[in-house]
């Protein structure tokens, strides 16, 4: 990334994210190891450098499962038009997934082998008859106490915003006065 | 506003990721997925949690925050300062400063091999000249590097001006205004 490309970019588009469509620019890309800027990520930097070989392969794990799971359960959840609610309740479903996916049973640790092997065959997304059953298994995945933790999360998220929005319109209203 | 941008994903795959203004949602993955599950106990980091940092500077007009999303996965994360940090040259030019430029661990080559992802720092970094040129600080970016990364960023010809003492030591860098 020298400065002379980047400004023939700018004269030729005027943005640079543009470079972004050129092929050799993207493939041109080194491999990273450590890009992290700002002292107060020395920590995470820290932890990473630190963490065990089986912590490593365990979040590596996590990253192929969620990677297919979590545009999935999103999708699911759009559908449902939760409106202001939704990154709440997005945000808890994701916890109890992971919560869940700490102590899976022998058939639902099956389950994701498959999902697995069918991801690593790179087939068409029509031809993905594991991932297509992915919102059944994530709905037996919850439980009934899991809902009532998402729902509670939705009504606070709403209740949360009602009083701001409706304590907010107030402030306006006695300034213009 | 979500821009879309690609990226390599390894062995030979250019994939269309996006990036956009940081989520709760987001800040959440950095916790539980980036943080949490390397942890070898249960007990939260006695460190400064630098995802609470995030999480307040949603909200705070001087800060932009940004994340780069692929399969519902945040695979990076920039904070920007944007009104009060000046250039370390003598005209003291207004400036994008970086507090924050961080790739998830599995986009790193020592960490996975390969990695999932190649190029999700220099895009924000790429970002962050961006951001800076539409503010109209010509694309000035100041920064300080963790000692780790001090050779990504001479990588990308980003000029050097040494340690400095009031931030732990820490190498300062700062791209200049683009010539055009």
Redesign the interface.
């Given at each position: 990334m020298n400065d002379a490309i980047l400004a023939e970019q700018l004269r030729k588009t005027g943005n640079l994210l543009d470079l972004l469509n050129d092929d050799d620019w993207v493939r041109n890309a080194d491999e990273e190891d450590f890009v992290e800027a700002g002292l107060g990520l020395q920590p995470y930097v820290d932890l990473i450098q630190g963490a065990s070989p089986e912590a490593l392969r365990r979040q590596r794990w996590y990253v192929r499962v969620l990677s297919i799971l979590l545009p999935e359960l999103k999708q699911w959840l759009e559908s449902w038009q939760l409106g202001r609610s939704f990154e709440a309740v997005y945000m808890e479903t994701q916890r109890r997934l992971y919560k869940h996916l700490e102590q899976l049973t022998s058939e639902q640790q099956d389950w994701i082998k498959a999902l697995l092997a069918e991801a690593a065959q790179a087939l068409p997304k029509e031809q993905k008859v594991i991932r297509a059953q992915a919102t059944t298994w994530l709905a037996q995945l919850f439980t009934e106490e899991d809902w009532n933790v998402i729902a509670q999360a939705a009504s606070q998220a709403i209740a949360h915003d009602i009083q701001h929005l409706g304590q907010q319109t107030a402030k306006q209203t006695v300034a213009q006065q | 506003m979500t821009?879309s941008?690609?990226?390599?994903k390894p062995p030979n795959d250019?994939v269309t990721a996006t990036i956009s203004s940081l989520?709760?949602?987001q800040v959440?993955?950095i916790d539980?997925?980036?943080?949490d599950?390397?942890?070898?106990t249960q007990q939260p980091?006695a460190?400064?949690n630098?995802a609470y940092?995030l999480r307040l500077a949603v909200n705070d007009e001087r800060y932009e925050v940004y994340g780069i999303e692929?399969?519902?996965?945040l695979q990076g994360v920039i904070?920007l300062e944007t009104q009060w940090h000046r250039s370390w040259l003598p005209q003291r030019f207004p400036l994008v400063y970086?507090?924050?430029?961080?790739?998830a661990?599995?986009?790193?080559?020592?960490?996975?091999d390969?990695?999932?992802l190649?190029?999700?720092?220099?895009?924000?970094?790429?970002?962050a000249?961006?951001r800076s040129?539409e503010l109209g600080y010509s694309?000035r970016v100041g920064?300080?590097?963790?000692p780790?990364?001090e050779a990504?960023?001479q990588?990308?010809?980003m000029p050097d001006y040494g340690p400095d003492s009031d931030?732990?030591g820490?190498v300062y860098f700062e791209?200049?205004a683009?010539?055009?």
């Open positions: - | 821009w941008i690609r990226l390599t250019i989520t709760q949602e959440g993955q539980d997925l980036w943080e599950i390397l942890r070898a980091d460190d400064w630098w940092k692929l399969e519902a996965l904070l970086v507090e924050y430029l961080a790739s661990p599995w986009n790193r080559r020592l960490i996975e390969p990695p999932y190649v190029g999700v720092g220099r895009t924000l970094l790429l970002f000249r961006q040129l694309g920064l300080h590097s963790l780790g990364a990504f960023y990588r990308y010809h931030k732990g820490l791209y200049a683009f010539t055009l």
